[in-house]
């Protein structure tokens, strides 16, 4: 039995077997809609990726002194153990005062065209320094978080090993840093990502549905790219919420109630979804943006699919030790 | 000249020149006061230490849900970046609450023979309990925090595996795998540890003057054993404290404003210090204990020296991943 086939032609059958699979694959075309995540995001060119600049950058995301009482830091609402969000629908920040957003996840943010859910920075940088001085997020100043830091004599040296200059404990240095460590929190090997690079296993049947539904009913024409957002800004109602979004930035007519599309990877970790966190089930989310953005009632089958293909965009989480703060 | 002496003749030599030198070491008999900080703290009978039960203890330790509006942890006072504590004079917990205690690290913790400044826990177990319950901790019950885990069926996975039984996913169980994480935060390897074990270069000459004062000082009195705490409670006025301490435990006279022997361990990872943590700096700290525990103004250069002795006992920091939160 085992000596029927000549080896030649054993080879040309397993080829042309694969060959008919991927012919037959209804999905292999839907693929062409996606991209994988790169390993590394856009990185400025006035802000050079050093080792030593990301441990620094790691520190000052922990640091909980550089809040008003001590007690908040980068790491408190983009926690990493809760997908480096704080899981409750609005942060709470200094003197617990309750924000009036959902903190965004800081996964991937490096990919985003804008940060803050009404793009109001154009950068990581510009980002890093808001919350700082957010009376009710750090609570405090830039110069009083500067001269926390310049009191310690170890972030000192690291801000001078790393920055240079006569006085490189700034404001501007910390965002860097702040936003270099950020650059590195990619997650990489979703099972989706495995799917797009060839890996028919890396993802179930129900997950290819979902992705042929998030095709064909049209999520993917604003969820597009590699981070799954085109950064542009629509208007969304999402229920309780007033909040005025991307106009109170423009103080356009038509930006009024309108925020930037989110990024889907990682989104099953990123509970509770929408602008003010009201939401806190996938396919109670999935079912809304059916009906704000495609206008569409979603079927029972085609949520569940679409919540299937959502999970398939979780990657591995960052792996990183603790700082230890001065 | 390297063969003048016969290779017996040198070896002879050697040995009684390290004799001299061991005989002639003012520090060798101190040395004798001290033990190292052991691998393994005391493990309980009844709570087996798994690496499922550990994973799933610091699972919890992370886990904010377990307060009343999900922002506070253990990890949030006891941080792993401040070295388990949280840097500030006194705990702020739910809803911006202060405490009127400072929170104690949870370093090597499980070598202490009691639980709080004023030692009403017995053990690890019993401690983990107290925050979750607090007014101005975690601000919740047992009752809701339970019923929380319960919500997740990935922690009645992990309950259900590592604690067996109908209905695994109770107080004590959230207690056993907490304190089971907690025996996993030793710090071994410190320099003084390196300099029991042989190692004379470990520490400077000023950190051996150091040891040497707080031997004869007095000092090594009270802060005996391998986490320099012989458990015991002692009166203590600090500035700005009028806390009963020992007193509000035992209603004992004697026991009014008695706190428990402080480990020693990391102390320059731990300031503030005392139990209001009014204290920011370590040698104001060791001035003070000189004043109020041995009767003593200490000279500036014992300060100086004590204070470097005590940098010698920071160990190497506990690594772990980030836990990623259901």
Redesign the interface.
């Known amino acids: 039995m085992k000596k029927r086939f000549a080896l030649p032609l054993i080879i040309a059958g397993i080829l042309s077997a694969a060959s008919a699979v991927a012919a037959d694959d209804p999905y292999a075309k839907l693929k062409q809609n996606f991209q994988q995540l790169p390993a590394i995001p856009p990185i400025p060119a006035n802000n050079t990726q050093t080792p030593e600049k990301v441990e620094l950058g790691k520190?000052l995301y922990?640091?909980?002194?550089l809040s008003q009482?001590?007690?908040i830091?980068c790491?408190?609402c983009h926690?990493?153990?809760?997908?480096f969000t704080?899981?409750?629908p609005r942060a709470?920040g200094?003197?617990?005062q309750r924000g009036p957003r959902n903190s965004p996840t800081t996964l991937n943010a490096a990919f985003l065209s804008s940060q803050f859910w009404d793009g109001r920075a154009p950068d990581l940088e510009t980002q890093a320094l808001g919350p700082i001085q957010a009376g009710i997020e750090h609570g405090t100043t830039l110069d009083k978080a500067v001269a926390t830091l310049k009191s310690f004599p170890e972030y000192q040296k690291r801000f001078a090993d790393v920055f240079g200059g006569k006085d490189p404990v700034t404001a501007e240095n910390l965002a860097k840093a702040i936003a270099a460590f950020e650059r590195t929190l990619i997650t990489p090997n979703s099972p989706f990502d495995r799917y797009l690079a060839g890996d028919e296993q890396a993802v179930t049947t129900q997950q290819k549905r979902g992705m042929k539904a998030f095709v064909e009913k049209g999520c993917a024409g604003c969820h597009s790219g590699p981070s799954f957002t085109n950064g542009g800004f629509f208007k969304i109602q999402v229920p309780g919420s007033t909040d005025e979004g991307r106009y109170t930035v423009t103080k356009k007519e038509e930006d009024k109630h309108a925020f930037r599309v989110q990024t889907l990877r990682n989104v099953a970790?990123t509970y509770p979804y929408f602008n003010n966190g009201s939401v806190d089930k996938l396919d109670e989310a999935v079912k809304i943006m059916g009906r704000e953005m495609l206008k569409t009632e979603l079927t029972k089958q085609e949520v569940a699919d679409l919540v299937a293909f959502l999970h398939s965009l979780t990657g591995e989480?960052p792996?990183f030790?603790?700082?230890?703060?001065p």
Do not use: E, Q, S, W
């Open positions: 520190m922990f640091d909980a002194r009482d001590g007690t830091a790491a408190t926690n990493p153990a809760l997908g704080d899981r409750i709470i200094h003197g617990a970790l989480m792996k030790n603790y700082p230890v703060l």
